[in-house]
């Protein structure tokens, strides 16, 4: 862990405020949204007294001044050797905007947003270990062979809703895209606008024995959706939003098991195969075995 003096100006990756959004306002910048999560998760979750604006405050400065990352890695070492960039002491360097990065240019008018259009989506989003692809350790060449794949390898991305999944979706039809397509923000990998997407994991086709099975009709059509979650539509009432939620962060992501909002995948190796299956994109047991490491060290 690494703390650096208030106040803070760069650190604004703390925009994926809940899984479904409810804390994220259109037009807001991240800490007006982190002073409101500080009130509701205090007087909900806790179920205790609001705390005052300057409890509040103090709440989202101390949020604000973090940056946190694993130092090293299991059989490879400290994460910043040999030119890598892991770890956190170069994350409070790391530029962001809300907005940076985004394949659709999409910048919101918004305090902390780009200024400029970022010119659309580099896919290397991650860049902390291609120093490491040459090294004489394994473990160290697996990390920087998984970081590549999840930069380059592409696959077909089809019906995201909220993507090209629905009416109404930015983008009409597939398209060939890879992982950084949606994490985007450049060394963090979550999304770097407020973006809500459904990849299918709320289908009944996904349901397991511990999960709810809603059925839901709409008011005007009479069309019914069945699913473990409503997700987004939970908060904005809307249909289109069933089943969408907000992609993470996935910076320290090996220490949050299980993975995905329900918790479905119970480690990295079962949300890989997820998204395999889902995407059809033919990864083999080393590529696996190569994203796991990347992700691990992250």
């Keep these: ?63 604000l001044s973090l940056f946190t990352a694993q130092i090293d890695g299991r059989n490879v ?36 947003a780009c200024a400029t259009s970022s010119g659309g989506l580099d896919p290397n989003v991650f860049t902390l270990f291609g120093a490491w692809q040459p090294n004489e350790s394994s473990g160290r060449r697996a990390i920087a062979r998984g970081e590549q794949l999840f930069n380059t390898r592409q ?50 086709s996904r349901r397991t024995a511990d999960l709810p099975l809603y059925r839901l009709q709409h008011n005007t059509t009479n069309q019914q959706i069945t699913t473990t979650d409503p997700g987004r539509a939970m908060v904005t009432g809307k249909w289109s939003d069933i089943g969408k939620f907000k992609g993470p962060i996935l910076r320290g992501v090996a220490s949050r098991a299980p993975y995905f909002h329900n918790g479905s995948a119970a480690t990295l190796g079962d949300a890989i195969d997820f998204y395999n299956t889902r995407f059809h994109i033919g990864l083999s047991p080393q590529e696996k075995a190569d994203l796991i490491a990347f992700l691990n060290a992250l």
């Design 1 to 63: 862990m690494y703390r650096r003096p208030l106040p803070t100006t760069n650190l604004r990756f703390l925009s994926t405020v809940m899984w479904d959004g409810r804390e994220t306002v259109p037009g807001h910048a991240i800490r007006a949204d982190l002073l409101t999560q500080a009130v509701d998760a205090t007087t909900s979750h806790a179920q205790g007294a609001a705390p005052s604006p300057a409890q509040a405050a103090a709440i989202v400065d101390f949020e």
């Design 77 to 112: 070492g400290s994460l910043a050797s040999q030119k890598a960039r892991g770890g956190p002491t170069f994350l409070p360097a790391q530029p962001f905007c809300i907005g940076i990065n985004d394949p659709l240019d999409l910048l919101p008018v918004m305090p902390g």
């Design 155 to 204: 696959f077909t991305i089809d019906d995201v809703r909220g993507l090209n999944g629905g009416p109404g979706d930015p983008i009409a039809a597939p398209f060939a895209g890879t992982c950084t397509v949606c994490h985007d923000t450049p060394n963090v990998g979550n999304h770097s606008i407020s973006m809500a997407l459904n990849i299918g994991l709320t289908d009944e």
